[in-house]
């Protein structure tokens, strides 16, 4: 983050800000309160294929034995189809299977969840409610579930 800080002196304030593998949702919001506008990580779907799905409650670890009898939605917050059309236990069973699925829907609802985690940043920083959105999200991001 200091050297965010210190590149921002240097680039031209009304020019775009790109941070390059850059990558937890985390990173993400740290990045976004230092003035970077687009970021270009391969995070989301390289945990997406390990089993590791990133919501707005926490971290998912979809390998863990919890989920495989949860019938519940991927993400009950779902940001695309695959959110509400699998349950976390299918989504366990298919990673512990090795199927491709699985990569792909764990691909699938990461970038999602991404996508909707910076659109929703620059909706509260045009409310001027980023600082306090941006504390309350930290608190939710860093759980593990």
Not at 72 to 92: E, I
Not at 118 to 128: D, F, G, H, P, S
């Amino acid at each position: 983050y200091e050297m965010i800080e210190v590149v921002n002196d240097i680039l031209p304030t009304n020019r775009p800000r790109y941070l390059m593998g850059v990558g937890t949702p985390l990173n993400i919001l740290e990045a976004i309160e230092r003035g970077v506008d687009m970021f270009d990580c391969v995070m989301p779907t390289r945990n997406g294929r390990n089993a590791m799905l990133f919501t707005s409650n926490g971290v998912i670890n979809m390998r863990n034995a919890k989920w495989a009898n949860d019938f519940s939605p991927v993400d009950p917050d779902g940001h695309c189809f695959v959110d509400t059309q699998y349950s976390r236990a299918y989504l366990h069973h298919l990673y512990k299977a090795g199927e491709l699925l699985a990569m792909q829907i764990g691909s699938i609802h990461n970038l999602a969840f991404y996508l909707w985690l910076v659109k929703e940043a620059r909706r509260q920083i045009l409310q001027n409610n980023f600082t306090v959105w941006k504390r309350e999200m930290t608190e939710r991001l860093m759980r593990r579930l």
